[in-house]
């Protein structure tokens, strides 16, 4: 059974790493059930272990924090739903490649709920949206904006961080960072592509789509 926990207002990000550290350990232990975990922080840049000096633009904007996952900077903050995953990836396939994959999945299967088509490209890392009414890129392929984000870490095959999805945060706040090290695509939310749709709509989709996506853990 996986632990659905869903916390208002908004969570401090210590006190987030903190609660994973110690849920992760109890799942290794085979002392807690699998967990995913819906919250908000507050406005903050995180780094992974692949982050870029050069692209944190604004040091002093927000607070910025040594996120310890895969990828690169990131923006959190009010108006988006931050997925935290604390699943055994190894009674879900065994597969790293596939568990983000499938991830990647579940983000996109509960974008298609608000009919938003979010695509995967392999050549950066998030979930993107064709914008049809934006200038084209420079080799005439439709603008793209990215609508979520997605890093996750290992300990002992239990994974922890997660993903974004962009609610209705404020999009100049991305402007201090070179968001996941990609400068040639813009972000964008869901209120951004005109859709009145609250973080509890967005809870109830992503609590729908994830069985049918991400299955149950073998046994």
Not at 85 to 109: C, N, Q, Y
Not at 125 to 142: F, I, N, T, Y
Request: hydrophobic share 40%; glycine share 8%; net charge negative.
């Amino acid at each position: 059974m996986v632990e659905w926990i869903i916390t208002d207002g908004l969570t401090d990000y210590d006190a987030a790493l903190d609660f994973m550290e110690a849920r992760v350990a109890a799942i290794i232990r085979g002392e807690a059930n699998e967990c995913v975990w819906l919250l908000e922080h507050p406005p903050l840049y995180t780094a992974g272990t692949s982050a870029k000096a050069t692209d944190l633009i604004d040091p002093d904007r927000f607070p910025v924090y040594e996120a310890r996952r895969g990828g690169e900077y990131t923006y959190h903050g009010p108006g988006q739903r931050v997925a935290y995953v604390m699943l055994d990836v190894s009674k879900r396939g065994h597969d790293v490649r596939k568990f983000v994959h499938d991830l990647e999945m579940w983000v996109i299967a509960t974008l298609e709920t608000f009919n938003v088509k979010g695509e995967v490209r392999g050549d950066r890392v998030g979930v993107w949206v064709q914008r049809s009414e934006k200038p084209a890129q420079p080799d005439g392929a439709l603008a793209e904006d990215k609508i979520a984000a997605l890093g996750i870490r290992l300990r002992k095959w239990v994974s922890f961080h997660g993903l974004s999805i962009n609610v209705d945060p404020d999009l100049t706040h991305f402007e201090g960072i070179v968001p996941c090290g990609i400068s040639a695509h813009g972000v964008t939310s869901l209120i951004d592509l005109g859709l009145p749709v609250t973080m509890n709509d967005l809870d109830l989709a992503l609590q729908q789509t994830f069985l049918p996506v991400m299955g149950e853990p073998e046994r």
